[in-house]
């Protein structure tokens, strides 16, 4: 069971639970929608822009407990940050839950988002903790809509 | 009779491992079911000894296994009671199948105006072909409606049927519900007005047997790897007065008669189905799956599976959280359910680390998961090899998921 507990960490159980940021962003700069048509997850990122900066950024949708507390955790990490430091987040992310990040090496800045390394050890899960980074990612950057599989 | 469980389960290999440190209890069957070990033994005995090109070979390994494939279209043939065996079309599985019927049959009859029936609760593979042949021909895909319990209305079925109406495709039994279909008083009411019936019988041949000329079918298309043969095999079976008249689905060697550049004439079925090497090794793993099903009772194998079913419905509606999505009163193999607040995902990863496969997701039936409001279902799915015991894990394993998220 420890696999399993590596995956649910408390944390990710409680955003699941009570996620951040779930709501619309009415007069959102930019949005995108992301599907995993796999398993049905659908959600939708608001993006609201101050210049460089992301002011305010919201999702909505339904989803599993990891994909769900992803979006949770990750609207909490890229508020107000630079579209710069967003990006970068979003790369350490990815190079983390596909293994090719060493986070003992402590050179990231990922923080409270480490908690979803434990998917690397559950391959068919890397999608559902990276789908609202994806759907981030083609808002930031005008893209509309994204797809996994 | 009883039915030896522990006995049957010797004859599947891929059941005695572990999976996550625990007994693998595998519970995924509606998806792919497993292969006992003479299909395996005699798939493995032809690529050893007895490949070669079938039809038209001179030579000895050739002829051999020409003669094996076609025994096996002959052990089809009799395991469906289809009255001829060149009515038997091997494919690669059932969605292959489909994509034949709905692609020849729509050249042949479907045209402007008409109507195609389809059910609400059909796989994506009885859903797909028939909109693109639709929107080919000009013809319009209708809805049979189901009812809250997942059974679909056969009256308001009755009121869609019209002159329109060129052919109705349906599934035996419902891959993401376990709904058994009453496809022959279905397939009589059709008739009536002339229109032919497609039965999607990949969910029903693994667990009860079928007879085509009881039911009637026009059509009848099944997958081998979910009746304990390998993936790559499959049958069309049809009835010849309409494959004689539909056009080729796939064209090229094996199904030609005489070819010039000016004109090319179709071999007689079943090869004018049959273009291009077939999987051969698959059609003939098909026909030893059919001699394990028949060396079975397989009477006493379906009140199993069925005592199975009845049992894990019980269990899984004792616990409150748990919602069974499909209340037919006619179910085959399939339970298929949701937890409040957890999503099926979590269910499948949380139960994989009990060593229990399950399915979880759409089924490839979207429409059945938009009628019942929810993204996803949890799916288990039984076979005759399935014990109590594992119902029992499964059930246990429910509540451990519960726990997690609670």
Known sequence: ?149 | MTWDVEKIREDFPVLSQTVNGKPLVYLDNAASAQMPRPVIERMSAYQSAEHSNIHRGVHYLSQHATTAYEAAREKVKRFINAPDVNCCIFVRGCTEGINLVADSYGKGFIGEGDEILVSQMEHHSNIVPWQVTAEERGAKVVVIPMNERGELIVEEYERLLNQRTKIVALSHVSNSLGTINPVKEMIAAAHKLGVPVCVDAAQSVPHFPVDVQDLDADFFVFSGHKMFGPTGSGIVYGKREWLDKMPPYQTGGSQIRIVSFERTTYAPLPAKFEAGTPAIAAGIGLGAAIDYINGLDFVAAAEHEHQLLEYATERLADIPEVTIIGTAAHKASVLSFTIDGIHPHDIGTILDQEGIAIRAGHHCAQPVMQFYDVPATARASFAFYNTRDEVEQLADAVQKVIEVFA
């Open chain 1, 1 to 149: 069971m420890s696999d399993l507990n590596e995956l649910y960490q408390e944390t990710i159980l409680e955003h699941n639970k009570n996620p951040r940021n779930f709501r619309e962003i009415e007069d959102a700069d930019q949005t995108a929608l992301g599907n995993n048509p796999l398993c049905g997850d659908a959600l939708q990122i608001f993006v609201k822009m101050d210049g460089e900066r992301v002011a305010d950024v919201a999702f909505k949708g339904s989803g599993c407990a990891i994909s769900k507390a992803s979006a949770s955790m990750m609207t909490q990490a890229v508020k107000g940050k630079t579209l710069g430091e967003a990006d970068k987040l979003f790369e350490e992310f990815h190079r983390m839950v596909t293994g090719e990040l060493d986070i003992e090496a402590g050179a990231d800045d990922l923080g409270k988002l480490r908690a979803f390394a434990g998917v690397l050890e559950f391959p068919a899960r890397v999608k559902c903790a990276s789908l609202s980074w994806h759907t981030l990612n083609a808002a930031l950057h005008g893209e509309g809509e994204i797809s996994t599989e």
